[in-house]
């Protein structure tokens, strides 16, 4: 296990970055009967924030549900790479 440590992607309304970082992911994807997808057909990631969840907030709305959800392309190669390396997507 590493201990690499990746910011929170989540940016407020104001424009300020979340200070918190991202402390749990999941892959979301066709999975071929396994659990969870292979890179490859990872669809979209949903993270988790060390210091405020899902930052779903007092509001809970089909937007706000969206907000921890990224396509890949959206993220980081490097943090990516350091997910599938930990295994840390079931
Ligand atoms: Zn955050």
């Not at 706000?64 to 392309?73: A, G, I, L, T, V």
Request: hydrophobic share 30%; net charge positive.
């Amino acid at each position: 296990m590493s201990d690499d440590v990746f910011d929170c992607p989540f940016t407020y309304a104001n424009g300020c970055r979340c200070k918190g970082t991202i402390s749990r992911a999941r892959a979301y994807g066709r999975s071929r009967g396994r659990n969870y997808p292979e890179r490859e057909d990872v669809r979209k990631y949903r993270l988790w924030c060390s210091l405020k969840s899902d930052h779903a907030g007092a509001v809970s709305s089909p937007w706000s549900k969206q907000r921890m959800e990224f396509y890949p392309d959206e993220l980081p190669e490097p943090l990516l790479d350091t997910l599938w390396r930990n295994n840390a997507l079931k």
